[in-house]
């Protein structure tokens, strides 16, 4: 079982803000890394595949960088539609997901 | 466009079985290439992989729930299926059906979860 730890669980931004979200997987995983946006009370949505891959109708301001065990998710110039909660997930093993970052209007 | 849609019991006895039901409308279930995915949801809390099956029928489980866990496909009604056996309350949760599709960038198999459904919300109580 990979472990996938995210920080912060939590942050506030304001619209136009750029921010960065973390995940550390518990062993080397390759760019087996998935990104997904879940709005509140709504289904997860893919944002980014394979670590740094984005998915078909995904803003630009989205951007997934990493490789091995540290990965990173970068939102430029915030939208108000990009207050949601965040999760990655590995796929190199049996898939695991992070707890989540909870992004919060400031 | 490819769209999923959960089914099933919103409440389950404990000790009981739960069953769910994902129709897929807009491709065939059988189609190469994907594979079919539960994930769930407590309520407040981060998401969890309980399995999925390919359309050839291999199935991959979640190693905590193996012992309780069946998915199977009906090609004949594009749909999958999830049973949960023997529930207890902390199987209460939002379930949610999902496509796998993956990429394979010289020979590695990047899996990804592309297509969700908008979640069923199950309870477990008498």
């Known amino acids: 079982d990979i472990q996938m730890t995210q920080s912060p669980s939590s942050l506030s931004a304001s619209v136009g803000d750029r921010v960065t979200i973390t995940c550390r997987a518990g062993?080397?995983?390759?760019?087996?890394l998935n990104w997904y946006q879940q709005p509140p009370g709504k289904a997860p949505k893919l944002l980014i595949y394979?670590?740094?891959t984005l998915h078909s109708g995904v803003p630009s301001r989205f951007r997934g960088s990493g490789s091995g065990t540290d990965f990173t998710l970068t939102i430029n110039s915030l939208q108000p539609e990009d207050f949601a909660t965040y999760y990655c997930?590995?796929?190199?093993?049996?898939?695991?997901f992070g707890q989540g970052t909870k992004l919060q209007i400031k | 466009q490819v769209q999923l849609q959960e089914s099933g019991p919103g409440l389950v006895k404990p000790s009981q079985t739960l069953s769910l039901t994902c129709t897929v409308s807009?491709?065939?279930?059988?189609?190469?290439?994907?594979?079919w995915s539960w994930i769930r949801q407590p309520a407040g809390k981060g998401l969890e992989w309980i399995g999925r099956t390919y359309s050839s029928g291999t199935t991959n489980y979640n190693p905590s729930l193996r012992s309780r866990v069946t998915i199977s496909l009906d090609t004949s009604k594009n749909q999958f299926s999830l049973n949960l056996s023997s529930v207890t309350a902390a199987d209460t949760a939002v379930y949610y059906c999902?496509?796998?599709?993956?990429?394979?960038?010289?020979?590695?198999?990047?899996?990804?979860?592309?297509?969700w459904g908008t979640g069923t919300t199950v309870t477990v109580s008498s």
């Open positions: 997930q590995q796929s190199y093993a049996t898939p695991s």
């Open positions: 062993q080397i995983i390759d760019r087996y």
């Open positions: 999902a496509r796998g599709s993956v990429v394979v960038p010289a020979a590695s198999y990047y899996y990804y979860m592309d297509v």
């Open positions: 394979a670590a740094s």
């Open positions: 807009g491709g065939s279930i059988s189609s190469g290439g994907y594979h």
